[in-house]
């Protein structure tokens, strides 16, 4: 669970018209009205969560291996990615080395820590093929070998309490139901 674990959940993350072929940049964002199907939110709201009013697609080639990178900065802190194609892609986990890391802001306008390989510790890979929440707090990127991969993934933030994003252990006592 420090990294990763499966959910089981059956509701599609998209509406039934969205079709992922027709992504081709890595980086994509989305707003959850335009793309996220309307049942997931009304599941995620049950549950006392709300989504980012966007959503990120990565569309990435065989062969291709993703940036090192932590999202906003280091913590604990979980998303939700479903993951299509990429057959034995795998989402990989680092320690880092160098610790004093500027933050960059990407075109997309999203805050990001990258890293060089030579300045993290590999840690675990997973392949991730089914609804999982991974950590994002941690360097971490994927890497895909065999087929296009697409990764639809949600930022989740709890209701009621100033909106603060789930660490791992939080959001895996919110999903308990569905490991």
């Known amino acids: 669970m420090k990294y990763y674990f499966d959910i089981d959940l059956e509701i599609p993350v998209l509406k039934p018209d969205i079709k992922l072929t027709s992504i081709k940049d890595y980086h994509n964002k989305f ?3 335009e793309f996220v199907n309307p049942e997931l939110v009304k599941f ?5 969560l709300i989504l980012l009013p966007y959503i990120e697609i990565f569309s990435s080639v065989p062969n291709y291996v993703a940036p090192i990178h932590v999202d906003v900065g280091h913590g604990d802190f979980a998303k939700m ?3 299509f194609g990429g057959k034995n892609s795998t989402m990989n986990w680092y320690e880092p080395i160098t610790l004093d890391k500027p933050i960059e802001t990407t075109l997309g306008n999203r ?3 990258y890293y060089d390989p030579r300045e993290v510790k590999h840690m675990h890979s997973q392949t991730i ?6 950590q994002v707090g941690v360097p971490h990127n994927s890497t895909n070998y065999f087929e296009h991969r697409y990764c639809v993934s949600l930022v989740f933030f709890r209701i009621a309490k100033g909106l603060p994003r789930l660490s791992m252990s939080e ?6 139901d569905l490991t």
Request: glycine share 0%; hydrophobic share 35%.
């Open 44 to 48: 995620l709201k049950q549950r006392n």
């Open 171 to 176: 959001s895996h006592d919110v999903f308990s």
């Open 81 to 83: 990615n479903w993951v």
């Open 111 to 113: 805050d990001y820590i």
């Open 129 to 134: 093929s089914r609804p999982s929440i991974v």
């Open 31 to 33: 707003t959850v009205t």
